[in-house]
């Protein structure tokens, strides 16, 4: 296999909890805690789990728009933990985001116009203001929207047509990666599919590598070339998406699948019903996280932690006792 | 056929706005039978909320007021009557859960307090049976600890946990109706098949009738046994599930139901996901006509003049649609 694309190498971030009258850090939450993975050019890695596994900070991480607290992030073979502020900066033109909340994500006060422009302007992208403009309107037809748009504000429009303004403006530096974050949780279903399809045509279109996280396994399903299960700040499977919908071999990923409701009331499945919350990420449970609610669990889950093994080709699993 | 235990006819439910009327619930029919669950489905603004917070009259008036129809609750209709006659209604009879759970729950008194005030006033119990009530209640609902966990403060609970004091608040004084505006939305995947069962497990146990407002025609699909499909404030199809599902009638519930990528079929050829274009109109004074006509592909001229009646497809299958 050639190089990949992004390599993400035992990653963690920890956040500090503070606590009593002098905010001391009282303790730690791994909201990360050594994820690895590699995403190869022009392919869709899905990235699912839970609120709370870990999944956005991964994202957000890789970008650094949160600091991680170690391990490494290889961008086109240049590790960008390292990486001084100019680096970063002309890293982020190949590297974009785009985020769940179309309402929070555009400054209300500038025009669609100036938000997608921003870009091109810090980038050195446009040669002169006519030339920024046919850019713009070049992105708003890309997306599917008017030319005239550009000079209206974020809050004319739906959400739908928000998250195609905060896609335009993410594609306006040409990056190779877009980090999606939740792109569509925030939308109704009809203005999902919407959004859903017109993200595959810009990969076609123009060759991108998507980082896709979400937490609705269908959506994730459906869009990606592998997927990444996380529970608690660990990756706990990894597979083609195919083999992870037929052959699930983490008992969680295996319980996350058969609870998605399936949209068909003749379709009748066993379900596997999981005990209990998600445990408290301050203090995770020892060993393997996902004991104390795996239904397969024996003594030793909670003594050693499994690792990320590969049990079928292209196809790794965290447990001690599946595959 | 025996006297439904809800039925609505023609509901107008209005809002008063600087910009105009808003048509929210613009002549809904609707009914619903003793130990039913109707599902009742739509993408946001449909009306679908209003309708249901409608029935027990949790509608600011003003700015909303009832233009016309009738709520018939086991042969009565509840909009003239006054705020102390629904009080006897509400929670006695007719019970409602929200989507967010720490929004409905009072964050300054422990849940116990919150519970047994509930039976108190409905039942006419001392303080002390109501506290043992509402322990017996978190009991019911699969809290651990319930005796115990009375004294906690709704903070000390996770979302899904505090959707199950929700759930036991509304059951605490057996109602014939529960109706459920959203229940899982806010959850985890996990835990909204956890709350899923628990419900039906309830139902089950109570014979009650459900009414559960969504927009995942998933959890429809697993939970219901007919389905009222709302769009724009308006009924446009209603029917038993397997029907709604296996033959779905108006174009817009054909969309909705293409639209959804499904899990189980990651086997077959990966398909381009059906999504309906354009946006949900304004309800600020709309059009003569079908409001679905503006995003439908079968659309003629004469959809645009008047709105269609509702009309008799199948057996207890209504659609409104000149197709």
Not at chain 1, 289 to 301: E, G, N, S, V, Y
Request: charged share 25%; net charge neutral; proline share 7%.
């Amino acid at each position: 296999m050639s190089e990949p694309l992004l390599s993400v190498k035992d990653l963690r971030k920890h956040f500090a909890v503070r606590g009593g009258i002098l905010s001391r850090v009282v303790d730690k939450v791994h909201a990360v805690d050594g994820v690895s993975f590699d995403i190869a050019a022009g392919e869709t890695l899905g990235l699912v789990g839970e609120s709370g596994c870990g999944k956005s900070t991964t994202g957000r991480c890789i970008l650094r728009l949160i600091e991680p607290s170690s391990g490494e992030v290889y961008f086109q073979g240049a590790d960008v933990t390292k990486m001084n502020h100019g680096a970063l900066q002309a890293l982020r033109r190949d590297m974009q985001i785009i985020f769940q909340d179309p309402y929070a994500s555009l400054n209300p006060r500038l025009t669609v116009g100036a938000i997608i422009g921003e870009a091109l302007t810090i980038h050195n992208l446009a040669a002169s203001r006519q030339a920024l403009e046919d850019r713009v309107v070049q992105l708003l037809e890309t997306v599917g929207l008017q030319p005239d748009h550009m000079r209206r504000f974020p809050h004319e429009f739906s959400g739908g047509q928000r998250q195609r303004i905060g896609i335009a403006r993410a594609l306006a530096v040409e990056p190779k990666l877009l980090i999606c974050d939740e792109p569509v949780s925030a939308l109704d279903v009809s203005i999902q599919a919407q959004v859903i399809n017109l993200l595959e045509d810009l990969q076609e279109q123009f060759g991108l590598t998507y980082l896709f996280i979400a937490h609705d396994l269908s959506v994730v399903e459906h869009i990606s070339t592998r997927i990444a299960v996380m529970y608690l700040g660990r990756v706990v499977e990894i597979a083609p998406a195919r083999d992870l919908y037929d052959t699930p071999l983490h008992p969680y990923s295996e319980a996350l699948l058969s609870a998605v409701p399936i949209p068909d009331p003749t379709v009748k499945r066993k379900r596997i019903m999981l005990e209990g919350d998600v445990p408290n990420p301050i203090r995770p449970p020892s060993g393997c996280h996902f004991h104390t609610r795996c239904p397969i669990a024996k003594p030793d889950c909670s003594q050693r932690a499994p690792v990320l093994e590969e049990k079928r080709p292209g196809h790794w699993a965290a447990c001690h006792y599946r595959g | 056929m025996a006297e439904p235990l809800l039925d609505i006819r023609g509901l107008k439910t209005w809002f008063k706005t600087d910009d105009g009327m808003v048509r929210a619930v613009d002549g809904v029919d609707l009914h619903i039978d003793r130990g039913e669950t109707l599902g009742v489905v739509g993408e946001s603004g449909c009306g679908k909320t209003v309708t249901a917070r409608s029935v027990l009259k949790l509608i600011d008036m003003p700015p909303g007021r009832f233009e016309e129809g009738k709520i018939l609750w086991q042969g009565r209709d509840l909009i003239p009557l006054e705020q102390d006659e629904m009080n006897k209604i509400r929670a006695r009879e007719i019970a409602i859960i929200f989507q967010e759970p720490m929004t409905s729950l009072n964050p300054v008194y422990t849940v116990g307090d919150q519970i047994a005030e509930v039976i108190e006033l409905h039942q006419k119990l001392s303080r002390k049976q109501a506290m043992a009530g509402a322990a017996e209640m978190l009991r019911l609902v699969n809290i651990p600890n319930p005796q115990r966990r009375v004294n906690d403060y709704p903070h000390q609970f996770s979302g899904g946990m505090r959707q199950r004091v929700m759930i036991a608040m509304a059951l605490s004084c057996q109602p014939k109706l529960l109706i459920a505006d959203e229940p899982t939305t806010a959850l985890d995947v996990t835990i909204q098949a956890q709350i899923l069962e628990l419900m039906q497990e309830m139902k089950e146990r109570f014979g009650m009738a459900i009414m559960l407002i969504t927009h995942a025609m998933g959890v429809v699909a697993e939970t219901c046994q007919r389905v009222t499909v709302m769009y724009a404030g308006k009924v446009v199809e209603e029917a038993p599930v397997e029907a709604l599902f296996g033959n779905p009638r108006h174009p817009y519930t054909q969309g909705l139901i293409r639209s959804i990528p499904r899990v189980d079929r990651a086997a077959e050829k990966k398909q381009r996901l059906e999504a309906i274009a354009g946006t949900v109109p304004s309800l600020l004074d709309p059009p003569p006509g079908c409001r679905f006509a503006s995003r439908c592909k079968f659309a003629m001229d004469v959809c645009t003049q008047a709105m269609p009646p509702l009309k008799e497809v199948g057996p207890g299958h209504y659609v409104r649609c000149v197709l």
